[in-house]
């Protein structure tokens, strides 16, 4: 288990904020809005992805679960057109998934440290130490949320996730 320097430039994205542990009804109702309005906008163009993030002087870990805040993405494969959001929205409107709290942004990383998780979420902690040590050697600091790329479903006895963290020198 290797970490790297990456670097990502502007992804388009449907997005939903929110508050709540993982697996919470919170983070479960984004997940099945930004599904839903993605579907009707022809499918999404990549895999689930969350940003995480604590309003905490505790380290992310040390913070309990239900005050994690998050922004959960699906990345696009272009720009929608004007208003295909909306429309979107309204046609599935019915399903009573939370389809108003869908939004469409466009955000810029720059130069990250990733690495490949294999494994449940509970052992990332390990990845996240290998990751650390990896900024520590390169003289780097975290220059934005913590980000995840859901590579399998969540519920996938064999879980890959790419853990990415935007840095900048120290």
Not at 105 to 131: A, D, N, R, Y
Not at 149 to 167: E, G
Request: proline share 9%; aromatic share 6%; hydrophobic share 40%.
């Amino acid at each position: 288990m290797n970490a790297e320097l990456t670097t990502h430039g502007p992804v388009t994205c449907l997005n939903v904020t929110g508050l709540g542990e993982p697996g919470g009804s919170e983070h479960l109702s984004a997940i099945g809005a930004l599904f839903t309005v993605a579907g009707a906008m022809g499918g999404p163009g990549g895999p689930l992805e969350g940003l995480w993030w604590v309003e905490d002087e505790r380290p992310g870990l040390e913070v309990p679960r239900e005050q994690w805040r998050w922004h959960l993405l699906l990345p696009l494969a272009a720009a929608p057109e004007p208003g295909r959001l909306e429309q979107a929205r309204e046609s599935v409107r019915a399903t009573g998934a939370a389809v108003d709290r869908v939004r469409v942004s466009v955000f810029t990383e720059g130069q990250c440290v990733e690495i490949l998780h294999h494994g449940p979420f509970s052992e990332e902690h390990l990845s996240l130490k290998v990751m650390q040590e990896f900024m520590d050697e390169h003289a780097l600091v975290p220059n934005g949320p913590h980000h995840e790329v859901y590579l399998t479903a969540f519920d996938d006895p064999d879980p890959r996730t790419v853990l990415r963290q935007p840095v900048r020198p120290a």
